[in-house]
C-alpha cells in the first residue's frame, strides 16, 4: 500500500539537543511539507520541498532544518535553536500542481516531548 | 494572500443531528478548497475538495461542502450525525496560479463533539 510513514509515533528529548524525525513516503510524490500542530492553532508549514536538492522555508523555519537528498525522504531535525519544540509534528506529500492543485496526503504524525 | 477561518472552535451536535461545520476563506483568485478530518494522534484525511467543477462536492463519509463565491465560504455538511463522526475538521486554501508557491493554508481547525 502506498503512504507515507513518519518515525517514531511517539519522542521525547532533553533541552538542547537536536532530534531528527523521519518521514519517507512511496506516493511517487515530487513534493513534500512539514507541518507542526499545537492546540488551537492549526497546521503552520515549516518547510517544504518541490524537488530533491531544492527545499523552502515555510512561515515557522527557525529553529528547524531540512534535507531532501532522495525523492522518498524528507527528515526534519528540530535544533536546540528551537525555542519551544514540544509539539505534534506532521509530514505530507502531494504531486507537483500542473494542470491544478493536488491534494496533499499526510503521515500519522510524529509527538515530539523536550523536558 | 490567502486565508481561511473557521467559525467555532468547538461544535457539538446530537446523534443523527445536522452537522454544520464553518469556513470563509479570503482569497484575490478563485480557489482551490480542502476539507480534512483529524482522529486524536493521527494525521489528516482528505474528506472533499473544491477545484473549480461542481460548486456541490460530495466527499467521503457522507460529508459535502458547497462553495459559494458570493460568500467566500465553503461549509462542511453531513445530514446525519454519527458517534464515529467525532474528531478534529480543518479547511484549508490554496490560491496557486504558477509559480513556486503551492502551499495550503489551514483553519485553526473546529472540534466536533456527537453526543448519544
Sequence with gaps: DGGITQSPKYLFRKEGQNVTLSCEQNLNHDAMYWYRQDPGQGLRLIYYSQIVNDFQKGDIAEGYSVSREKKESFPLTVTSAQKNPTAFYLCASSMTPGQGVYEQYFGPGTRLTVT | AQSVTQ??????????????????????????????????????QLLLKYTSAATLVKGIN?????????????H??????????????????????????YKLTFGKGTLLTVNP
Aim: contains cysteine; charged residues 15%.
Design chain 2, 62 to 74: 457522507g460529508f459535502e461542502a458547497e462553495f459559494k463565491k458570493s460568500e467566500t465560504s465553503f
Design chain 2, 76 to 101: 462542511l455538511t453531513k445530514p446525519s450525525a454519527h458517534m464515529s463522526d467525532a474528531a478534529e475538521y480543518f479547511c484549508a486554501v490554496n490560491t496557486w496560479r504558477g509559480g513556486s508557491n
Design chain 2, 7 to 44: 467559525l467555532g472552535s468547538h461544535v457539538s451536535v446530537s446523534e443523527g443531528a445536522l452537522v454544520l461545520l464553518r469556513c470563509n476563506y479570503s482569497s484575490s483568485v478563485p480557489p482551490y478548497l480542502f476539507w480534512y478530518v483529524q482522529y486524536p494522534n493521527q494525521g489528516l
